[in-house]
């Protein structure tokens, strides 16, 4: 298996779990702003999408609505790389699964066992 490999695949999960965290701490943030508004209370209400859109709609002054709508359109490129990755990285999991078993082909060796002569 080719070390090129593994290293591409390492730096595709690295750089997804740096998206990933990018992504919760996005997410921590537009939490304390809705529940500091008393529009949800647990966390995992922001994956309801009638929760999110009642707190969209919700009359926030200017600055907290203009951070709640930089938020979001951060998080949706984000979702979207981070599924990129993921896919990626699936992707080269398959060619190094591929690339070892071709490379245990090209090592098993095959004896023909000689006729005996009679």
Avoid at 104 to 115: G, H, L
Wanted: charged share 30%; glycine share 2%.
């Amino acid at each position: 298996m080719h070390p090129d490999m593994k290293k591409q695949r390492r730096e595709l999960e690295h750089t997804r779990g740096q998206l990933a965290a990018l992504q919760n701490s996005l997410l921590d943030r537009l939490f304390i702003i809705f529940r500091h508004h008393a529009l949800i209370e647990n966390k995992s209400e922001l994956h309801d999408a009638a929760v999110r859109q009642r707190c969209l709609n919700h009359p926030f002054d200017s600055a907290t609505r203009s951070e709640v709508e930089v938020i979001i359109a951060q998080l949706r490129p984000l979702s979207e790389g981070i599924a990129r990755l993921k896919l990626e990285g699936e992707r080269l999991q398959q060619a190094m699964e591929q690339q070892a078993r071709r490379e245990a082909a090209e090592r098993r060796v095959i004896y023909d066992v000689p006729a005996t002569p009679l």
